[in-house]
C-alpha cells in the first residue's frame, strides 16, 4: 500500500476526505495527518510516506516551504496541492517541484478528487515506487483492549499508564440525541475532546458514547466539558451528558467504570440539564448518602461557599438541601425493605439516618404509612 500523508488545518476538511475517500481504490492507506507544516514535516521524515496531500496555507510552515523541503530529501515523492487560494502565481512557482495535481477547494468534486488520485498511482508504479506493505496487525490497539476490559470481555492491558490514571469522564448522549449525528460527525467530536483534554486516553463504549481516562488531576474539568459542549452544539447540535469519577483507594478502573455506569442509571432525566456544579453535588450525594454529610462539608468538598451552593441547589433542584439527600436516603431505605430482612433501624441506619424517630416521622410523612406498614405491603 502507497503511505498517504495529509497536511491541512481545516478539521472538517480534513474529516471529509479522509471518510470519503475510498484509498485502498487506488491502493493507497491514509497513514497520518497533520494540521500544520511543521508537524507535517516531522511526520514526513519519520514516515516518508509516498503520497502527501498539502494545503498551502497553514501555521508554522507554508504549504510551499514544506513542498521545498519535502523536496530536498525525497524528489520521487507524489505531492498534490488542495487550496483555497485562486493564485496562479503561487502555483506557478511550484511547478519545478513535480506537483502531480491541485485542487482548489471552492470547486472540488469528488470527480476531480478520485481522477487525482488515479494520477498518483500511475505515476507511482511507473517510477517504480512500491510502497509499504505493512504487516497486519495482529493486537488490538490500546483503546480498543480497553474498551474490551471495561465492558468485561477482556483483561486489563498491560500499561504503565494504568495506575496515574484517576480519573474518567463517561459522555454519552440521550437518545433523540444520537439520532442527530452520523459516525462522521463522532470523529470530528473524537478530535475535538482529544484537543481540549490533552494526554488522555479516549476508549469508545457504545454507540456514540466514550469515556476519557484522564491521568493525574485535572481541576479545570468542567470548564473542559463545557467548552466541548460549546463546539458539539454550535457544530452539531448535540450537547453530551457527562459523568465524573475520581478512583478510589485500591479501586480498578473497571470497578471506576461500572460505578459511573450505575450512577447513570439511578441518574433522573431532569438532573442532566442541571448546572454541573450541583450534577457532581448530587452523584456525590448519591454515594456518600450512608455519611453525616452536612451542607457546609459538601460544599467545602465543591469549593464554593455553602450560602452560594444552597442558593444555587434550590434554584436547579427546586428543593433544599437536606430534603434532597433525604429523598436520596428514602429511595434506598425502600429497596432494602423489600429485599433484605435488616430490621428496620438497621436499614435506616445503613442509609443515614441516625436518628430513629426523626426517620419515623420523616418516612410516614413522605410515604403516608409506617415503615413497618410499608414493608408488609411490599414485600
Same mark, same amino acid.
Given at each position: 500500500?502507497?503511505? %498517504?500523508?495529509?497536511?491541512?488545518?481545516? *478539521?472538517?476538511?480534513? *474529516?471529509?476526505?479522509?471518510? #470519503?475517500? !475510498?484509498?485502498?481504490?487506488?491502493?493507497?492507506? @491514509?497513514?497520518? /495527518?497533520?494540521?500544520?507544516?511543521?508537524?507535517?514535516?516531522?511526520?514526513? /521524515?519519520?514516515?516518508?510516506?509516498?503520497?502527501? @496531500?498539502?494545503?498551502?496555507? &497553514?501555521?508554522? &510552515?507554508?504549504?510551499?516551504?514544506?513542498?521545498?523541503?519535502?523536496?530536498?530529501?525525497?524528489?520521487?515523492?507524489?505531492?498534490?496541492?488542495?487550496?483555497?487560494?485562486?493564485?496562479? $502565481?503561487?502555483?506557478?512557482?511550484?511547478?519545478?517541484?513535480?506537483?502531480?495535481?491541485?485542487?482548489?477547494?471552492?470547486?472540488?468534486?469528488?470527480?476531480?478528487?478520485?481522477?487525482?488520485?488515479?494520477?498518483?498511482? +500511475?505515476?507511482?508504479?511507473?517510477?517504480?515506487?512500491?510502497?509499504?506493505?505493512?504487516?497486519?496487525?495482529?493486537?488490538?490497539?490500546?483503546?480498543?483492549?480497553?474498551?474490551?476490559?471495561?465492558?468485561?470481555?477482556?483483561?486489563? !492491558?498491560?500499561?504503565?499508564?494504568?495506575?496515574?490514571?484517576?480519573?474518567?469522564?463517561?459522555?454519552?448522549?440521550? +437518545?433523540?440525541?444520537?439520532?442527530?449525528?452520523?459516525?462522521?460527525?463522532?470523529?470530528?467530536?473524537?478530535?475535538?475532546?482529544?484537543? /481540549?483534554?490533552?494526554?488522555?486516553?479516549?476508549?469508545?463504549?457504545?454507540?456514540? $458514547?466514550?469515556?476519557?481516562?484522564?491521568?493525574?488531576?485535572?481541576?479545570?474539568?468542567?470548564?473542559?466539558?463545557?467548552?466541548?459542549?460549546?463546539?458539539?452544539?454550535?457544530?452539531?447540535?448535540?450537547?453530551?451528558?457527562?459523568?465524573?469519577?475520581?478512583? $478510589?483507594?485500591?479501586?480498578?478502573?473497571?470497578?471506576?467504570?461500572?460505578?459511573?455506569?450505575?450512577?447513570?442509571?439511578?441518574?433522573?432525566?431532569?438532573?442532566?440539564?442541571?448546572?454541573?456544579?450541583?450534577?457532581?453535588?448530587?452523584?456525590?450525594?448519591?454515594?456518600?448518602? $450512608?455519611?453525616? @454529610?452536612?451542607?457546609?462539608?459538601? #460544599?467545602?468538598?465543591?469549593?464554593?461557599? !455553602?450560602?452560594?451552593?444552597?442558593?444555587?441547589?434550590?434554584?436547579?433542584?427546586?428543593?433544599?438541601?437536606?430534603?434532597?439527600?433525604?429523598?436520596?436516603?428514602?429511595?434506598?431505605?425502600?429497596?432494602?425493605?423489600?429485599?433484605?430482612?435488616?430490621?428496620? %433501624?438497621?436499614?435506616?441506619?445503613?442509609?443515614?439516618?441516625?436518628?430513629?424517630?426523626?426517620?419515623?416521622?420523616?418516612?410516614?410523612?413522605?410515604?403516608?404509612?409506617?415503615?413497618?406498614?410499608?414493608?408488609? /405491603?411490599?414485600?
Amino acid at each position: 500500500m502507497y503511505q %498517504v500523508l495529509f497536511a491541512e488545518d481545516e *478539521l472538517l476538511v480534513r *474529516l471529509g476526505l479522509q471518510n #470519503s475517500i !475510498p484509498w485502498e481504490n487506488y491502493d493507497m492507506e @491514509l497513514t497520518a /495527518q497533520a494540521d500544520n507544516g511543521i508537524t507535517a514535516f516531522e511526520l514526513f /521524515q519519520k514516515l516518508r510516506p509516498d503520497v502527501v @496531500l498539502t494545503d498551502i496555507r &497553514m501555521e508554522g &510552515m507554508d504549504g510551499y516551504e514544506l513542498i521545498e523541503k519535502i523536496r530536498e530529501i525525497d524528489e520521487e515523492c507524489a505531492i498534490i496541492v488542495i487550496s483555497c487560494l485562486d493564485d496562479f $502565481e503561487t502555483l506557478r512557482k511550484m511547478i519545478p517541484y513535480k506537483i502531480i495535481g491541485y485542487i482548489l477547494k471552492a470547486s472540488m468534486s469528488m470527480k476531480e478528487i478520485y481522477d487525482v488520485l488515479q494520477e498518483t498511482k +500511475d505515476y507511482l508504479e511507473r517510477t517504480g515506487r512500491k510502497g509499504l506493505r505493512r504487516k497486519k496487525k495482529e493486537t488490538m490497539s490500546l483503546e480498543q483492549t480497553l474498551a474490551e476490559y471495561l465492558s468485561g470481555e477482556g483483561e486489563m !492491558p498491560e500499561w504503565n499508564g494504568e495506575k496515574h490514571t484517576g480519573l474518567i469522564l463517561d459522555f454519552y448522549l440521550e +437518545d433523540t440525541e444520537k439520532e442527530k449525528i452520523n459516525e462522521l460527525a463522532m470523529k470530528f467530536i473524537y478530535e475535538l475532546v482529544n484537543r /481540549q483534554v490533552q494526554g488522555s486516553i479516549l476508549v469508545e463504549t457504545g454507540e456514540k $458514547e466514550f469515556c476519557l481516562l484522564v491521568s493525574g488531576r485535572m481541576e479545570d474539568v468542567d470548564e473542559k466539558i463545557e467548552r466541548i459542549n460549546r463546539s458539539t452544539e454550535g457544530f452539531l447540535g448535540v450537547r453530551f451528558c457527562v459523568n465524573t469519577g475520581k478512583r $478510589e483507594p485500591d479501586e480498578t478502573l473497571r470497578e471506576l467504570y461500572l460505578r459511573l455506569q450505575s450512577r447513570r442509571k439511578a441518574e433522573k432525566p431532569e438532573e442532566r440539564k442541571w448546572d454541573r456544579l450541583i450534577q457532581r453535588a448530587v452523584y456525590y450525594m448519591r454515594e456518600h448518602h $450512608e455519611e453525616s @454529610l452536612s451542607l457546609p462539608e459538601i #460544599s467545602g468538598i465543591l469549593g464554593i461557599s !455553602p450560602s452560594y451552593f444552597s442558593h444555587l441547589f434550590k434554584r436547579e433542584t427546586g428543593t433544599n438541601y437536606v430534603e434532597f439527600l433525604n429523598q436520596i436516603r428514602l429511595e434506598e431505605v425502600l429497596k432494602d425493605l423489600q429485599n433484605s430482612s435488616d430490621k428496620i %433501624v438497621v436499614v435506616a441506619e445503613n442509609h443515614g439516618f441516625h436518628n430513629p424517630e426523626y426517620f419515623s416521622r420523616f418516612f410516614k410523612k413522605s410515604m403516608g404509612i409506617s415503615p413497618a406498614k410499608w414493608r408488609q /405491603q411490599n414485600k
